[in-house]
């Protein structure tokens, strides 16, 4: 079972149920605990009642038991159940349990299982009385006692929950409007607490976002003049030293065509030879200031002679390409360009890799690029800050791109970046 259902809830729905809920369970447990309170509370009055009823109508009833009064004693019971609505049936038995009188109120609801019981005694009193001799008349009169009790018939009541119950409802029912009344309260506190809060986070939220768009776009900019830059060495290097170095390198051949076999011929052949060297450096300082192959190719060309240059015996890369390139804006091939020129480099030096692939996909949504190798891989939280990732980071960041590293120690790398062009 999923619990992260929660997260494409708004900002909003989140802060309303952080308020919400201990509320609503607050108020549940108020609720159960009133309604069993008021229950335990008609239990405990009919527990108290129903003895103290039975006792006080069975004191009364000796004398219409003993005078078999029965009339008296049904009007009395009638009077009691009708003053006392909690009192379901009353019974008068005899001293074996045989009913004498019954009544009921015959009042809505289920009476209680339990009865209450409370026997009729008979109180006989003795008088002693004594002859002219002294002696008393009675001999057998119990010793030591001059009261007799006897058990004449017994007083049963049945009480009846409904009425109690009736008073507790009402009862619970005004607890329960005070309950949702201050509920109600808390819910309108919370909902307004959270609107102010949203709104406090919402233009948070738009400072954030008015920030980072500032700091892709300074980004941008920042690549766009380092490129710019670049490109300026790069045609210097190439107008300018490359030209000069030609120059000398011609000069110096003159010396090497019109002088004889000795030490200046062979001073003019090393000027040669450390001039061709100087040119050659100055070629490859260029490409890798500004790759001409990008401006002549496009990107795919450009990344497959990338590729073809990073593809030795060691590791094999593949590389595969897909979609029309030279609609490519250039800031972002050059970006593009730059991204793949680290993640290879990163392969050749770190990876130890014996396979890798390389693949570019544009569409309609936008570049699509991946770079994978069956290398020893890293730790993704360690390498988080490295210079090269960090560098490919800011340069898809600047394009409101993503980028994914699936990595882990001794399982290779792979990264997928993707940025939304519309071309």
């Not at 605990?33 to 039975?54: D, F, I």
């Not at 609609?327 to 014996?354: C, D, F, P, V, W």
Request: aromatic share 6%.
């Amino acid at each position: 079972m999923r619990f992260d259902f929660w997260r494409h809830w708004s900002v909003r729905a989140r802060l309303l149920c952080v308020t919400v809920i201990p509320l609503a369970y607050m108020f549940c447990t108020f609720v159960w605990y009133a309604y069993h309170s008021r229950l335990s509370e008609v239990r405990e009055e009919m527990a108290e009642r129903g003895p103290l009823v039975a006792k006080v109508l069975a004191g009364s009833s000796e004398f219409s038991v003993l005078s078999r009064r029965y009339d008296d004693l049904r009007l009395t019971i009638n009077g009691l159940l009708q003053s006392d609505a909690s009192i379901d049936r009353i019974e008068v038995l005899d001293a074996q349990r045989h009913e004498l009188v019954q009544a009921s109120t015959r009042a809505p609801g289920r009476p209680d299982a339990r009865y209450y019981e409370a026997p009729i005694l008979k109180r006989l009193m003795f008088v002693t009385m004594l002859a002219a001799d002294g002696k008393p008349y009675l001999k057998d009169k119990p010793a030591g006692s001059s009261v007799a009790v006897e058990t004449m018939g017994y007083v049963r009541v049945t009480m009846s929950p409904s009425a109690m119950l009736v008073k507790q409802t009402r009862r619970f029912y005004v607890e329960l409007l005070v309950a949702s009344m201050g509920l109600l309260v808390c819910a309108l506190l919370a909902w307004q607490l959270s609107q102010g809060l949203n709104e406090s986070l919402q233009a948070s939220m738009h400072k954030l976002r008015a920030a980072d768009a500032e700091k892709r776009r300074l980004i941008r900019k920042v690549n766009t003049a380092v490129e710019d830059e670049r490109k300026s060495i790069a045609l210097e290097i190439h107008d300018e030293l490359n030209a000069t170095l030609i120059a000398a390198r011609l000069e110096a051949q003159r010396i090497v065509d019109v002088s004889p076999a000795g030490e200046v011929r062979e001073r003019a052949q090393s000027i040669i030879t450390l001039a061709l060297g100087l040119y050659n450096s100055g070629r490859t300082l260029v490409r890798r200031l500004r790759p001409e192959v990008l401006d002549m190719l496009g990107l795919d060309g450009a990344v497959e002679e990338m590729v073809r240059h990073h593809d030795r015996a060691g590791c094999r890369i593949t590389f595969q390409a897909e979609g029309d390139f030279a609609r490519l804006e250039s800031g972002i091939g050059i970006s593009a360009y730059r991204i793949m020129q680290e993640a290879l480099s990163n392969i050749a030096k770190h990876a130890r890799a014996t396979q890798a692939t390389v693949a570019l996909t544009l569409d309609a949504q936008g570049l699509r690029m991946e770079v994978a190798d069956n290398g020893t891989g890293f730790d993704a939280a360690q390498a988080s800050a490295g210079i090269g990732l960090v560098g490919m980071r800011e340069r898809v960041a600047a394009f409101d791109g993503r980028i994914e590293v699936a990595t882990a120690i001794g399982a290779g790398t792979r990264i997928v970046i993707f940025l939304p062009i519309l071309i």
